[in-house]
């Protein structure tokens, strides 16, 4: 019986961006820590991460950008979104691309240990990196300064949990396989 | 105009077991404008054919399917679930898994939409479709903030609008008021609409309504007359389990009392206003059944989460055995079985689910541990080797409660029992977690559930809520 | 959990229609970064300000402000740091905390970031997210990627409220006062399970997606349309115009 894929059904695709889009809102907005600079730091990297290892890159951008730029609409942020768009689509996108290299069949699961934390590290200086860069442009490189240690740790936060997540996930809901993509 | 024949479906499982045979060589046909009652069990196999019906399965849900489907005459194998829109039209039984779009005009356009039904006459069908099911006003609103019975009302509005020659309906009579059920049933009579419609409980609209009546159990479609179906169907809910389960043993007897309680009961909807929920006296004992009983909407989830400490009151006292207790100090005293069973279930096999519980109980052995996880899994009906998140909503319902059970709270609180399991086995499942002694109160709006069951009830009326009689 | 962000309001921010509203952002976002003088700057953070005082009340008005308050302290309390070498405006003891450079860098960075966001935010309030997003398919976006974004918008109270279930679900289980590090590792499964709820609902939503016809061929109509008061191109043209000519009063070149 052919397995049901995204590759091949748009509704299944549609359904499945649209859905860790939701989540990843959800997971910025309701869970924060709020600090002083952008506002709050957040698990939304968690859903990132998860979406990268599972999904593949397309979904870990889209997931990645779109949702948190619809987080800092719905947050009273609306400036940030269409930078917290690319920075977070970007990193979606490598952390996919990084820890899916080497993988035989692009089954979810089956990618190196390695390639995940490189993956991760990756998504972290993105993350960092295009925080400070919009940040300095915005208010001045010295003052976005600031911002760095705390998009670390966000993204470091974030890289583990995803990893440990992505395991617990596979394990416990195995038809995530065929949602690959 | 729908023809099955010898249709037989199991879904494939994951992990050691064998996959599950939902349907066996299911055949009926359906012409056009006529209307068939199916009752069956939850878990029997309904919310599958339904979807087979409309191509859906097992396109996305793994399976292996065999037998033929035609509609029109014509065999359904290669068709794809986008070319059935306006021929069938499914209302299932949560609306939450059907609804896409932002608004209710939107939602109900949508399939309009997809025909490439003109502007002007499009827009015409979605007002008509949403006044005829009284939901005109909240065109505009969006359906996340409105009730169940509102929710199902757009349902149907969507179906209405599409007006497809058959209809699929998964307990559509479910959530809505007296009115509602009226229309709902002038409209299934409708001579050019043949009606498909499945149920787990024999209700007083289906009398003498439908065309045929068959009964669907362990895969089986057997046909009959209507007495003898519904009798038939009487008879196989209570032969599945096992009703009261022996004594009880209670040993030392505690109570749960509140008083003076006064709760926020948040709008459920638009249309509806928040009002505050006043509870004079309320008490539960050790062994004890208490009902709470009340309508859609009227407090009873809200009044549940305060018990068992997951929101505060804004007023009044919740005390066991005469000391107050804070709310987290009744979480781990009062435990709560959701309604949906999905809330809980994250591990991979059911033994993992009821080893949780477990984990943090340092003095107890690995061996008593293993003991008493396969003594739950056996009493709740469950295969150890189970994958929860791919069980039945049955299946599911026992092992929330099989993980209760090893948590051994003093009281527990378990929402809409009745509505997903059969009677018989809500009884059962009632029974076991009485075993130790736990004082128990159940949330139902189905009196006569309430009646078979409690020793004592609660009922909300008006805001308020009152000791009454049982059954009342 | 509320996912609107129209406010309703006057003025003639509700009259653009959103496809030339969201250019007029545009260019003016574009606008704030070419050469430009802080007197132009302001002047233009004073209009978006009065517009929003006007459109929504002077409480609204304020909350992009109070949003980015603490960034606008922090770029204040950066001063000292930036342009050290200037010259000095204003010196404590030996220190100097002020430049005339830093200060006039400062007074750019905040007007442009005010203006940023007192643009993006009154876009955001005034257009309701199924005009937008019309508008963004006006402007190329294709029909499937804009189905995903009305679908997010669907899903997140929903996906919130489960998670709400979840979390006090878990909190009943675990029941006694755990410590800090048995909270932390039973983060864990509560996200795990979240996210197991949410990929169960996909095949359900993609099947009521096909069910409704998407994918049907043939075509599909709309019933939602955009309307511009008084055409479009009339409209397009004024986006145009009024950055154009506000650069052209207040450039620097």
């Not at chain 2, 709760?263 to 249309?271: D, E, F, G, L, Y």
Request: charged share 20%; with cysteine; glycine share 8%.
């Amino acid at each position: 019986m052919e397995r049901s894929n995204p590759s091949n059904m748009t509704a299944l695709r549609i359904a499945l961006v649209a859905v860790l889009t939701a989540v990843v809102v959800v997971f910025t907005l309701l869970v924060r820590v709020p600090t002083p600079i952008k506002g709050y730091i957040s698990l939304c990297d968690v859903v990132i991460t998860f979406s990268a290892f599972l999904f593949g890159p397309w979904v870990g951008a889209i997931a990645g950008g779109l949702g948190t730029a619809i987080a800092d609409l719905i947050g009273g942020y609306a400036q940030w979104a269409p930078l917290s768009f690319i920075i977070h689509g970007v990193q979606g996108m490598l952390i996919a691309l990084i820890a899916r290299t080497g993988m035989k069949a692009k089954v979810p699961g089956d990618a190196k240990l390695i390639m995940m934390f490189a993956g991760g590290l990756i998504g972290m200086v993105v993350m960092t990196g295009g925080y400070y860069v919009a940040g300095g442009i915005l208010y001045g490189f010295e003052a976005a300064l600031v911002e760095i240690p705390l998009n670390l740790m966000q993204s470091g936060v974030g890289v583990v949990l995803g990893m440990a997540v992505s395991r617990a996930v596979l394990k416990a809901y195995p038809p995530v396989r065929s949602l690959a993509w | 105009m729908l023809k099955v024949s010898h249709l037989s479906f199991a879904y494939e499982r994951y992990g050691t077991l064998p996959n599950a045979q939902v349907l066996k060589e299911v055949s009926f046909s359906l012409n056009a404008g006529e209307t068939l009652l199916v009752l069956g069990a939850p878990d029997s196999g309904k919310s599958t054919l339904a979807r087979i019906i409309c191509n859906l399965l097992p396109r996305f849900i793994a399976g292996s399917i065999s037998g033929d489907l035609s509609i029109d005459g014509e065999s359904m194998g290669q068709r794809a679930p986008w070319d059935l829109t306006d021929k069938v039209t499914l209302v299932g039984q949560n609306p939450q898994e059907q609804l896409l779009m932002t608004t209710c005009a939107d939602e109900v356009a949508f399939p309009l939409e997809s025909l490439g039904i003109e502007r002007t006459l499009l827009v015409k069908r979605v007002h008509k479709a949403l006044r005829d099911w009284g939901l005109e006003e909240m065109a505009d609103v969006n359906p996340q903030e409105m009730s169940g019975g509102e929710r199902k009302r757009l349902l149907l509005a969507v179906a209405d609008a599409i007006d497809a020659p058959l209809w699929i309906m998964d307990e559509p009579f479910d959530d809505l008021d007296e009115h509602w059920r009226s229309q709902l049933l002038k409209r299934l009579l409708r001579k050019e609409t043949a009606v498909l419609l499945f149920g787990s409980r024999y209700i007083d609209e289906f009398r003498g309504s439908f065309d045929s009546y068959a009964m669907l159990s362990d895969g089986v479609l057997t046909f009959g007359e209507e007495e003898s179906i519904v009798l038939a169907y009487d008879k196989e809910c209570d032969a599945r389990f096992s009703p009261g389960v022996g004594e009880i043993s209670i040993g030392s007897v505690h109570r749960f009392a509140g008083k003076g309680l006064e709760i926020v009961h948040p709008r459920k909807s638009v249309n509806s206003t928040p009002f505050s929920l006043q509870v004079k006296e309320f008490h539960v004992e050790s062994g004890e059944i208490v009902a709470l009983v009340g309508p859609n909407g009227s407090g009873k989830s809200t009044l549940s989460r305060v018990l068992c400490g997951l929101d505060p009151s804004v007023a009044g006292t919740l005390h066991i055995d005469g000391v107050a207790k804070d709310q987290i100090a009744l979480r781990t005293q009062v435990g709560y079985l959701f309604q949906n069973p999905d809330y809980g279930i994250f591990l991979p096999t059911v033994r993992d689910e009821l080893g949780w519980s477990l984990r943090h109980d340092s003095h107890l052995s690995k061996q008593v541990q293993e003991k008493m996880i396969h003594s739950s899994a056996e009493l709740f009906h469950l295969d150890c080797d189970d994958n929860p998140t791919m069980m039945g909503y049955g299946a599911k319902k026992h092992l929330q409660a099989a993980v209760y059970h090893l948590l051994e709270r003093p009281f527990l609180i378990i929402d809409e029992l009745d509505s997903g399991v059969t009677y018989s086995a809500a009884f059962e499942i009632i029974s076991l977690l009485r075993m130790k002694g736990a004082g128990i109160v159940i949330i139902t709006h189905d009196r006569s559930f309430a009646r078979n069951l409690a020793q004592r009830q609660y009922t909300i009326i008006d805001g308020e809520v009152r000791e009454t009689e049982v059954g009342a | 959990m509320t996912v609107n962000t129209f406010i309703a309001g006057r003025g003639f921010l509700y009259l653009l229609d959103a496809r030339s509203k969201l250019l007029l952002v545009l260019l003016l976002c574009v606008m704030v970064f070419l050469p430009i003088s802080q007197w132009g700057l302001w002047l233009l953070c004073v209009f978006a300000f009065l517009t929003a005082w006007h459109a929504m009340g002077f409480t609204q008005a304020l909350q992009p402000l109070r949003a980015i308050l603490f960034v606008l302290v922090l770029m204040t309390l950066f001063i000292p740091l930036t342009y050290r070498d200037g010259e000095s405006l204003l010196v404590i003891g030996r220190f100097t905390v002020a430049t005339v450079e830093s200060v006039q860098n400062y007074s750019f960075l905040v007007s442009r970031f005010l203006a940023i966001t007192y643009l993006c935010t009154l876009y955001l309030w005034s257009t309701p997210m199924a005009d937008i997003n019309l508008a963004l398919r006006w402007y190329g976006l294709p029909r499937n990627a804009a189905l995903v974004l009305t679908l997010a918008f669907r899903f997140i109270p929903f996906i919130a409220d489960s998670f709400k279930m979840i979390k006090d679900s878990h909190a009943l289980r675990i029941g006694e006062q755990s410590s800090r590090r048995q909270r932390l590792s039973d983060a864990i499964p509560t996200i795990t399970a979240a996210l197991v709820y949410a990929l169960k609902s996909i095949p359900h939503f993609a099947m009521s997606l096909e069910h409704r016809g998407l994918g049907r061929s043939g075509g599909r109509t709309e019933y939602r349309k955009l309307k511009a008061k008084g055409g479009l191109f009339t409209q397009m043209l004024v986006s145009v115009m009024i950055p154009t000519v506000f650069w052209l009063l207040f450039n620097t070149l």
